[in-house]
């Protein structure tokens, strides 16, 4: 059987270390029996329009998210208290291709605890589930046989820690490979 | 020609009047054409376990989704710099079924502007595409054929104008019900 495809979702792209820490994912989906497919794999040509290059950085995303069979994104708070929305927009669309998605977060604490840490619930109702974010994210997580790994990565590490991201495949190996 | 229906996402349904903002925006539906359905249309049954009426609750949004030929989603600044990840995901659940998404936003500055405004770059690259948050979302409403509509609300109604909505609705008549 061919290695499953993995997207690797996550704000990771946007790291000034991006490509060095796709390319250390990609080692451990080897290790793993899967093969990883990161975002910056393919870059568009440049365009002198910088809507059409993020269009077109669109196009690449959605064409690599279906020739993966899964994903494993990176659910940690992005400048804010909640995950990064590029890649919550990805675990919609896996899993409306049918395709489960494993996550992992680099931040212990339940989402309604970081909401008043941070005091930004307002007069808004704030979910509490015992979940990590959002329920449509963690929720499509558990719906795919997994469950959202938290991890509290060493200070300053809260983005490059992959403890998470292993873990993760451990349970899409699981799921996946073994079941079938 | 039956009425399509919209799904209407977006985080009204954590204001203290969300019943009474989904009734307006079912009402603007009918107006232009439309039949809207709102996330708290439907409730699961009361749950003793928190997760589990979360699931339950995920999979009626699901069902819902499904149910609907397009979304108008409140894209709007969400605790922090950008919008809601619940309805990220939807875009994306909802753009993988083949299905469009037009969009709203009670900000008026680009993505790259409220992150320098917030100070929470940080050393990560901050997307600058002119776009109202990361380029999934946007390239989501513009490849339905809609524009993200930007509104600046009275003080105060950063969550209940609907100037925005109904605009969106203005462009999905446009673009539905006059192509057919």
Not at 83 to 92: N, P, Q, R, Y
Not at 99 to 109: H, I, L, R
Not at 127 to 143: A, W
Request: with cysteine.
């Amino acid at each position: 059987m061919p290695r499953p495809k993995v997207y690797l979702a996550g704000p990771d792209v946007f790291l000034p270390n991006a490509v060095e820490i796709g390319a250390r994912k990609k080692e451990l989906c080897e290790q793993h029996g899967f093969n990883g497919v990161f975002p910056l794999d393919e870059i568009p040509p440049p365009l002198s329009v910088p809507a059409e290059f993020a269009l077109a950085t669109f196009d690449i995303c959605v064409k690599m998210m279906r020739a993966c069979q899964l994903a494993v994104a990176n659910l940690s708070p992005f400048r804010g208290v909640s995950m990064d929305v590029g890649t919550a927009v990805e675990l919609g669309f896996m899993w409306a291709s049918g395709k489960p998605v494993f996550g992992y977060t680099n931040a212990q604490e339940d989402y309604k605890v970081r909401v008043e840490a941070a005091n930004v619930a307002g007069d808004l109702d704030v979910e509490d589930f015992g979940f990590f974010d959002n329920l449509m994210c963690e929720s499509i997580v558990r719906n795919s046989g997994g469950s959202v790994v938290r991890h509290t990565p060493a200070r300053g590490r809260e983005f490059s820690d992959l403890t998470g991201f292993e873990e993760c495949l451990a349970q899409a190996a699981q799921v996946l490979l073994e079941s079938s």
